[in-house]
């Protein structure tokens, strides 16, 4: 399964909402994943199952969506979210996105 | 609180083999999840390598096409990776993972190394 991310790059300034989607060549039938990943840093888990947050990760973050089509939402941007964000899946062979590098103006 | 750390050569000549291995601490590498390998090329996204289950059932990349080994032992709460062949295409940091077998997602990483296929 393929997953495509989108945007490549988002722009904006603290206090606003981001949506990054991930979208699937097939139904995902196991369950996807999001990562953060910093400069430097290994990737961090942020989402489990579609839409729980792993353990000490802010609320604005949200993990939403099924089938084909996902998406996470960051309500409300720090400046700690400039990051590359990774979905990830495991319905046949496991599988990353592409990412989409969050910048904060 | 499971913690891994890679350890690896640094540096490996094109055609050569590249080995890398992750000790685990703070649990049992025989405690029902994966232990996998991902790479990720400099300036490049994720690629998943494979996986390992303390029973040694293992699921690879079928990108990687056959050059790919992974092995663990349980007596040293560590586990391996070996990729022949490698080319320049090959060059990457090296990250260890656990991979949860209840959610299939990664929740523990290591810091990774770096392995460079240069002559």
């Known amino acids: 399964i393929v997953l495509t991310q989108s945007p490549a790059t988002l722009s904006l300034s603290p206090g606003e909402k981001a949506t990054l989607s991930c979208r699937a060549s097939?139904?995902?039938?196991?369950?996807l994943a999001w990562y953060q990943q910093k400069p430097g840093q290994s990737p961090r888990l942020l989402i489990y199952?579609?839409?729980y947050r792993a353990t000490g990760v802010p609320a604005r973050f949200r993990g939403s969506g099924s089938g084909t089509n996902f998406t996470l939402t960051i309500s409300s941007l720090e400046p700690e979210d400039s990051a590359v964000y990774y979905c990830?899946?495991?319905?046949?062979?496991?599988?990353f996105g592409g990412g989409t590098k969050v910048e904060i103006k | 609180q499971v913690q891994l750390q890679e350890s690896g050569p640094g540096l490996v000549k094109p055609s050569g083999t590249l080995s890398v291995s992750c000790a685990v601490s703070g649990d049992s590498i025989s405690n029902n999840n994966w232990w996998a390998w991902v790479r990720q090329p400099p300036g490049k996204g994720l690629e998943w390598i494979g996986e390992?289950?303390?029973?040694?059932?293992?699921n690879y990349n079928p990108s990687l096409k056959g050059r790919v080994t992974m092995s663990l032992d349980t007596s040293k709460n560590h586990f391996s990776l070996e990729l022949t062949s490698v080319t320049a295409a090959d060059t990457a940091i090296y990250f260890c993972?656990?991979?949860?077998?209840?959610?299939?997602?990664?929740?523990?990483w290591g810091p990774g190394t770096l392995v460079t296929v240069s002559s």
């Open positions: 097939q139904t995902v039938t196991s369950y």
């Open positions: 390992i289950f303390q029973t040694g059932n293992t």
């Open positions: 993972a656990q991979l949860v077998r209840f959610y299939d997602a990664f929740d523990v």
């Open positions: 990830q899946q495991r319905s046949i062979w496991l599988t």
């Open positions: 199952e579609a839409f």
